[in-house]
């Protein structure tokens, strides 16, 4: 019985190993395709944090800015994520979520020193 467990166990391991692995880096962005976006420093990103409905939602993430106004009820104030909306969220997407907005949301800028 304790072979099952560890076995389960070593095998739940694997798998996420072979998660962050193939899953974290697969969307790879051509830097040249977005060079010639808006710039946006970290000041002016938290104006777009959801707080004003007449502004867009936007989170950087790896150095782009991406409009997540669609998904407004998780990143609008009251939302499950409105505390990463506005920011440089590179940091707290690294392990989960980062894959849904890179797949999901548009690129509308890059985000400047």
Not at 11 to 29: E, G, S
Not at 70 to 97: C, M, R, V, W
């Amino acid at each position: 019985m304790k072979k099952y467990i560890f076995g389960g166990i070593i095998l739940v391991f694997i798998l996420v190993l072979a998660y962050l692995y193939f899953f974290q880096f697969h969307k790879k962005i051509d830097n040249n395709i977005y060079k010639d976006l808006p710039v946006y420093t970290l000041e002016q990103l938290k104006s777009y944090d959801g707080t004003r409905p007449e502004l867009p939602i936007y989170i950087g993430l790896d150095g782009y800015v991406y409009d997540v106004t669609l998904g407004k009820s998780f990143y609008a104030p009251g939302g499950t994520y409105h505390n990463i909306a506005g920011t440089d969220a590179t940091k707290e997407l690294q392990i989960f979520g980062g894959d849904i907005i890179r797949t999901k949301y548009k690129i509308i800028g890059n985000i400047g020193k």
